[in-house]
């Protein structure tokens, strides 16, 4: 896909091999799930995006976001979810301080033995995806037609946001098989990320990425992916793939077409987050994974 990094190009092909072979100890659906637990971060919450509920106020959690239109699709009436802007994956066993003096309790103390649905989104602040974009945003302005995101991260001879990628996948094993031991009997979607960023060129100043940098976020967010969709399938669970659904709907896109917002949203959205239209893709990719489960024979 991106021939600059070889890196990238094994990144898509675990992707691609992935998604063919999903985890052999997932649970077929069969029937509408009785318990469904969504945990996750801002991704799953939804920040800005009308209606915003008040459990608490600081998680900034939609009652538009995907795990919602997902329960509704479904007709689930035990539905719980307890994703939170900013978490990690310490949080899903740690409590998590947020805004206005609030507190979102440890995401696991939601799940219970009979949860027979789990969907998570976890692991772009343990990166600090946010962070990146913003930073290479700073440096945008210092050379618009290069790379200087790119040069500062390789700067030591290796690059320390792609080995913060390479991290992830311990912290994300460890918090699937932390629901596989509390939910023995739940399917699991990892669900990933939108595409943020097209493949190449960008759309400087409106997403002030230098153009050089834009491939290099691109492959720094494949790379993530395919560690996402290589930790669902060693721990059993289904990986659903928003990155590689969502070509074509990137931030640089016009209103209608992009999933996620820009730097400045031109819709309720937060910035560099789902927009409601991108909530809406995410689930129907949910759904769609679910079908697929319910229709292949389970093995092992």
């Known amino acids: 896909m991106l021939a600059y990094r070889p890196t990238v190009l094994a990144a898509a092909a675990t992707v691609l091999a992935l998604l063919a072979f999903p985890g052999s100890s997932r649970a077929a659906i ?47 009436r035990d539905y719980t979810d307890v994703s939170c802007s900013g ?35 976890i692991g772009g602040n343990d990166i600090g ?23 500062e991260a390789t700067a030591g001879g290796g690059d320390f946001y792609a080995q913060r990628v390479a991290e992830t996948a311990p912290k994300v094993a460890r918090v699937l098989d932390g629901i596989r031991a509390r ?13 943020i960023l097209p493949p190449a060129v ?14 290099y976020l691109d492959g720094l967010e494949q790379q993530f992916t395919a560690v996402l969709a290589d930790q669902a399938f060693q721990h059993g669970a289904a990986f659903v793939d928003s990155y590689g659904n969502s070509l074509g ?17 031109t819709s309720p959205a937060a910035p560099v987050h789902p927009n409601a239209l991108g909530m809406q893709e995410v689930a129907a990719f949910a759904l769609e994974t679910l079908a697929n489960l319910d229709e292949a024979p389970a093995v092992g």
């Not at 509920?53 to 919602?68: F, H, L, Q, V």
């Not at 949080?91 to 696991?108: D, H, K, R, Y």
């Not at 640089?252 to 400045?264: D, R």
């Open 183 to 195: 939910s023995p009997h739940a399917t699991v979607l990892l669900v990933g990320y939108l595409r």
């Open 202 to 215: 960008g759309c400087f100043p409106v997403f002030p990425i230098a153009r050089g940098d834009v491939p």
């Open 249 to 265: 709907h990137d931030a640089c896109k016009l209103p209608g077409q992009k999933w996620v917002e820009g730097t400045v949203p």
């Open 87 to 121: 978490a990690k994956t310490v949080n899903m066993t740690a409590p998590q301080a947020v805004p206005l003096l609030g507190i979102n309790a440890p995401q696991f103390d939601a799940l219970r033995p009979d949860t027979d649905l789990v969907t998570l989104t």
């Open 30 to 76: 069969g029937k509408s799930p009785r318990h469904y637990v969504a945990l996750g971060d801002s991704y799953t919450a939804g920040p800005v995006i009308p209606l915003q509920r008040i459990d608490p106020i600081g998680c900034e959690r939609s009652t538009n976001n995907y795990p919602a239109l997902l329960a509704r699709s479904l007709q689930i």
């Open 129 to 151: 995806f946010a962070e990146i974009i913003f930073t290479c945003a700073r440096v945008s302005a210092t050379d618009p037609f290069g790379n200087p995101c790119q040069r």
